[in-house]
């Protein structure tokens, strides 16, 4: 029988390389859009087959995780296998701006989409896209078992739906798990996170067209691991045999100042020629230090991250220079578009 998957956030960094991996794996791939004046779908384009022909398996659907009704529809609608909540308004720094819309659709949201399956009364996996901010100013190492101290809008909504997916498996008896991942980049990676700033940013000085990079807190540590490794656990903890919570991460943390370092480096620059620092980019509360420490989805899953900060800095900056010497590249967050990601935090 052909697995049925429903993908929130399909769009986004990591929904394009799960309904990669889940198409791969002979799926049949459903997944949420918001309806937008331009197309949102850059990230998916390579996926893209003719739903009119037999051998299409990847569908998408409008809908918003602030529409509950629709989502109740859709659910019956698809009467999914498997359900990953990938959707939510995922940038920090931009939670501070607009915490009421970033509790709306990355906390509430995610209770909406459960109501939905409970409500429909289809029986699927579910997996929650928790964060290793729920730990906010706790010091690493950070594991399943570390007290939680969420530091920002998007972290407190995060909290909440780390809680109510516990809440539904423990009252409902639903397999729902909380995937607590610490930041995974790549070359599809938004141009607003630090690294993917970083790493186009390169691109652009290397090419000669740009001469300044504007960054705030260099001083922040991350450990940083590759989105396509991240997707296959999320779908392993779908796969077993208890519904549980498991963190993913590569256990080594860098500094931004590492990661410039590398990045920089790998196209023989020095970064304190160009780097200056605005303030706009600081946070109202930041979160120093995040190392995780994966042991539970190695042991319990077989998980096995094999791309460290360092390497995943020369991907992406490999990625963005060629982009951008080709002129063209299949997302559409490519270095030689999106002028306003200099100027928007
Ligand atoms: P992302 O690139 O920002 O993608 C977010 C996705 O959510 C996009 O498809 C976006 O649609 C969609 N979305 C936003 N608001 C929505 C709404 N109201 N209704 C329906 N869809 C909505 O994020 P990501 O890096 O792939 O991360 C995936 C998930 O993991 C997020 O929940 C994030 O918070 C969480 N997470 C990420 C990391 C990380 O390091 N990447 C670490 C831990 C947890 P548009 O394309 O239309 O904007
Ligand atoms: O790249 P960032 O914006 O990622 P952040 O805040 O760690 O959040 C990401 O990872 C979380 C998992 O831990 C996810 F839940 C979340 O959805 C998102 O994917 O910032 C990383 C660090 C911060 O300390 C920030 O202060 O980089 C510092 N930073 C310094 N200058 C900057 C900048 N961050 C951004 N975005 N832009 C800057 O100019």
Known sequence: MTKRALITGI?????????????????EVHGLIRRASTFNTGRIDHLFVDPH???????????????????????????????????????????????EHTADTTG???????????????????????SSELYGST?????????????????????????????????YGLFAVNGILFNHESPRRGETFVTRKITRAV????????????????????????????????????????????????????????FLDVSFGHVGLDWNEFVRFDERYLRPSEVDALIGDPSKARERLGWEPTVDGAALARIMVDAD?????????HWVDSPQSAPWAEALR
Do not use: C
Request: net charge negative; glycine share 8%.
């Open 139 to 171: 010091p690493p190492p950070q594991s399943e078992t570390t007290p939680f101290h969420p530091r920002s809008p998007y972290a407190a909504a995060k909290l909440y739906s780390y809680w109510i997916t516990k809440n539904y498996r423990e009252a």
């Open 53 to 99: 022909e037999a051998n299409a398996r990847l569908f998408l659907h409008y809908g918003d995780l602030s529409d509950g009704a629709r989502l109740v529809t859709l659910m019956a609608q698809i009467d999914p296998d498997e359900v990953y909540n990938l959707a939510a308004q995922s940038h920090v720094r931009v939670s501070f701006d607009e915490p």
């Open 203 to 258: 691109a652009r000085i290397k090419a000669g067209i740009q001469s300044e990079l504007y960054l705030g807190n260099l001083d922040a540590v991350r450990d940083w691991g590759y989105a396509p490794e991240y997707v296959l656990g999320m779908w392993q903890m779908l796969q077993a045999d208890e519904p549980d919570d498991y963190v993913l991460a590569t256990g080594t943390g860098y500094t931004i100042r590492d």
């Open 321 to 329: 220079v060629s982009a951008l010497e080709a002129g063209t590249a």
């Open 108 to 130: 509430t949201g995610t209770v909406r989409l459960l109501e939905a399956v409970r409500l429909s009364g289809v029986r699927t996996r579910y997996y929650q896209a928790s």
């Open 11 to 27: 769009t986004g960094q990591d929904g394009s390389y799960l309904a990669e991996l889940l198409l791969a794996k002979g799926y």
